[in-house]
């Protein structure tokens, strides 16, 4: 290991780029993964509040609109905290090798939207003009 890689120091890249050192590179990629990670979080969430609509152990239709919409709260308020969270990582390593903070804003940009659309469509339903149906039996209750 170089004494520049000790210390932390950029390193100049074959390519006539400059790479961070091998310990600050890792954190970068492992703050990219995490990212990810949470991005997934919130889209398991949003699928989850989108469930609840149907849920019929929950058969009071407000009961469900209500917890469906904070889950899918939830995802749009996790999504931009893990955006500014990675955003943070990416200006203190100033790695210009790792994707751009658009790539994570258009993501966190989409799991936004369908968090709104999804919300808005499920307190729509419940606040519609339409009569709110019981959940159906199971055909295995007959």
């Known amino acids: 290991m170089s004494t520049a890689a000790a210390s932390g120091r950029m390193q100049s890249s074959g390519a006539g780029g400059v790479l961070p050192a091998g310990g600050e590179r890792r954190d970068v990629?492992?703050?990219?993964?995490t990212f990810l990670a949470w991005i997934r979080t919130c889209l398991a969430l949003l699928a989850g509040g989108a469930a609840l609509g149907t849920f019929p152990a929950l058969p009071h239709p407000t009961a469900?609109?209500?917890l469906g919409v904070a889950c899918m709260g939830c995802a749009g308020a996790l999504a931009v905290s893990a955006c500014r969270a990675w955003g943070r990582v990416r200006r203190a390593a100033a790695d210009p090798f790792v994707p751009g903070p658009r790539s994570a804003q258009v993501l966190t940009a989409a799991v936004l939207v369908a968090a709104v659309a999804l919300s808005a469509a499920s307190t729509a339903r419940l606040f519609g003009d339409g009569p709110h149906r019981p959940p159906t039996a199971h055909h295995l209750d007959r």
């Open 64 to 66: 469900r609109a209500v």
């Open 29 to 33: 990629l492992a703050a990219e993964r």
